[in-house]
Nanobody
């Protein structure tokens, strides 16, 4: 059974930073892509960032480019999302997921974590 557990969320002031982690178990970590999504209250879940199985290819939604960085550590079965220069509009529940490729399409991801909350105060 595949399990994804996110951590690292919290309350931060605008301009601050957080680093989210997602530990994956029950599957060979190096064989699949990973994605981060977020969902704000009253809004649909949206793609944030994705990384290929090798870690070579990454992609980001436009609103986080230059501020967020996705990375992965094969030895720790963990994917990270470093978030800098946070804005109040980044406030959301953040979810990691496994997939075949680092696409922005939610339906292409097959296993999901329970999420971690990020709140950015103004």
């Amino acid at each position: 059974q595949v399990q994804l557990i996110e951590s690292g969320g919290g309350l931060v002031q605008a301009g601050g930073s957080l680093k989210l982690s997602c530990v994956v178990s029950g599957r060979t970590f190096s064989t699949y892509a990973m994605g981060w999504f977020r969902q704000a209250p009253g809004k649909e879940r949206e793609f944030v960032a994705g990384i290929s199985a090798s870690g070579v290819r990454t992609r980001y939604t436009e609103s986080v480019k230059g501020r967020f960085t996705i990375s992965r550590d094969k030895a720790k079965n963990t994917v990270y999302l470093q978030m800098n220069s946070l804005k109040p509009e980044d406030t959301a529940g953040y979810y990691c997921a496994t997939g075949a490729v680092p696409t922005s399409m939610e339906g292409e991801y097959d296993n999901w974590g329970q999420g971690t909350q990020v709140t950015v105060s103004s």
